[in-house]
């Protein structure tokens, strides 16, 4: 099915150990996006991207990196994980930023 | 900058009861505004969208009209179900002044539903 796909559903991480998120969408979407989901707080931009080899930053950018090297992936990284990280991370990509598509998520937990 | 407002929750209701979340927000240039749904486990999925003033989005019995008078997007709904139970996103798109857009959506905090039987 068309869409987006994250990677991995759920990690368990200890504090200051790294990790990569993968976003692949085969829609052929220009944009993409990283979100985090923390209780109480909606969902807060990371970093996008508007095009391959693109990249911004967001909202809360800090502790996180990303990379598009392919049209079709978005790669999130944290280098040293903290426990402020702990979250849900969200993936969505965008058809003329009207129509977005997104994950179904990456749960991380740091410890 | 851009920000959204939603309604405190949690929200709970009985089956067929009539439905209201407030959203206002705060915006520069033109966004368009959307409500998205999240079932427990799940991530996001558009419930509708206006992308203009006065326009009105609606799907599954939802409604929402874009009023830019009041820079609110309340949804409603006439009779909910149980089906409905999940949390609910008020989001704007950016827009600048000159129209161009890197279409980042700026998300309320998120609105829980409970309908009981």
């Known amino acids: 099915n068309a869409g987006v796909t994250q990677t991995p559903k759920f990690r368990v991480l200890k504090t200051g150990q790294s990790m990569t998120l993968l976003c692949a969408q085969d829609m052929n979407h220009e944009y993409m996006y990283w979100y985090r989901q923390d209780p109480g707080m909606g969902l807060r931009l990371i970093h996008y991207?508007?095009?391959?080899?693109?990249?911004a930053k967001g909202e809360v950018p800090d502790g996180y990196n990303v990379s598009r090297l392919k049209k079709q992936n978005f790669l999130l990284g944290l280098e040293s994980a903290a426990p402020s990280q702990t979250s849900v991370y969200f993936c969505a990509s965008s058809l003329l930023r009207v129509r977005y598509t997104f994950g179904s998520g990456t749960r991380l937990t740091v410890v | 900058g851009n920000s959204v407002t939603q309604m405190e929750g949690p929200v709970t209701l009985s089956e067929e009861a009539f439905l209201t979340i407030n959203c206002t927000y705060t915006?520069?240039?033109?966004?368009?505004l959307f409500w998205y749904v999240q079932y427990p486990g799940e991530g996001l999925q558009l419930l509708l969208k206006?992308?203009?003033?006065?326009d009105k989005g609606s799907n599954k019995g939802f409604e929402a009209t874009y009023r830019k008078e009041t820079t609110s997007f309340h949804l409603e709904k006439g009779s909910v179900q149980v089906s409905d139970s999940a949390v609910y996103f008020c989001a704007l798109s950016d827009q600048n002044a000159g129209g161009t857009s890197y279409g980042k959506l700026t998300f309320g905090q998120g609105t829980i539903l409970t309908v009981h039987p």
């Open positions: 915006a520069t240039g033109y966004p368009s």
């Open positions: 206006a992308t203009k003033a006065d």
């Open positions: 991207s508007v095009g391959e080899g693109t990249t």
